[in-house]
């Protein structure tokens, strides 16, 4: 179980707290907990928001990851620090596991925190920043590195021979029915198209809850097409995918997301 208390709440569509995840602490007017979609906080992660924090779409927190928005225990009378300030991280951004955040740190979009780090400050977006405190050791164009068309197609195909081989250790199969692969598990049944490359759909053949695998971006026409059909897709060309799905297409998703690829729901 999870506690989470402060006085405002934003959590975003497909953003997940796993177990024994604790928000909350001393609170303010202004206090805010903004959680992005597709997020998500692991296991026994501590965030403090008596100042906000916000954590953008696509953004992973790692376990044990402390997030702190006030720093206080000493008099301040006496001279010591009082520090009350927010907490923004962007969009796309990774925190492993055991990362400190202080109070007043703004992380960009695209960034990745190394592991036991302490940030405070503001690390710029496109970064890989490690150490205590954390340093940018690599940023772009070197970070993240850029992939071919080729390395891209080979990756794909690297995820969906994993994600057949885990359809049949779960007691499915899986079959070549051209233009489909049809997956069968405890009786039930679902079909995909996997469009390589810029290859169109087989629009004749596809019917109600067919589900379509695009490695390039489908154009808007054809989305319009799937959805008059009740058809779902997963587009990791534009990094979309239809609102709902069957459970072959979720499934699915879910597999993506074990290579960091999370895709946002059709509006």
């Known amino acids: 179980m999870s506690y989470v208390s402060c006085e405002t709440i934003q959590i975003g569509e497909d953003a997940k707290i796993r177990e024994q995840v604790y928000v909350g602490g001393p609170q303010l007017p202004e206090s805010r907990f903004e959680l992005g979609s597709r997020t998500i906080i692991l296991q026994l992660a501590f965030l403090n928001p008596t100042k906000p924090i916000v954590i953008g779409d696509d953004t992973g927190i790692g376990g044990h990851c402390l997030i702190f ?52 400050g503001n690390i710029p977006p496109g970064s890989l920043a490690v150490g205590s405190p954390a340093k940018v050791i690599r940023s772009a164009p070197d970070f993240p590195r850029v992939l071919s068309d080729e390395q891209r197609a080979a990756l794909v195909t ?85 609102q709902g799905g069957t459970p072959l297409t979720e499934e699915l998703a879910l597999y993506l997301g074990r290579y960091g690829i999370r895709l946002a729901r059709d509006a």
């Open 69 to 120: 928005t006030h720093g206080v225990w000493l008099n301040a009378l006496d001279g010591y620090p009082v520090n009350y300030e927010p907490v923004t991280l962007g969009k796309s951004v990774w925190l492993p596991w055991r990362v400190f955040v202080m109070p007043g740190t703004t992380i960009g979009d695209g960034t990745v925190i190394g592991a036991n780090s302490l940030v405070s």
């Open 158 to 242: 690297q995820l969906m021979k994993e994600f057949d081989e885990f359809v049949r250790y779960h007691g499915g199969t899986v079959a070549e029915e051209p233009p489909f692969r049809v997956y069968r598990v405890g009786g039930k049944s679902g079909r995909l198209v996997w469009l390589r490359g810029t290859a169109p759909p087989p629009d004749n053949a596809l019917r109600r809850g067919d589900c379509v695998l695009s490695e390039s971006a489908l154009p808007e026409k054809v989305r319009e097409g799937f959805r008059a059909r009740d058809v779902h897709w997963l587009d990791l060309g534009s990094k979309t995918r239809s």
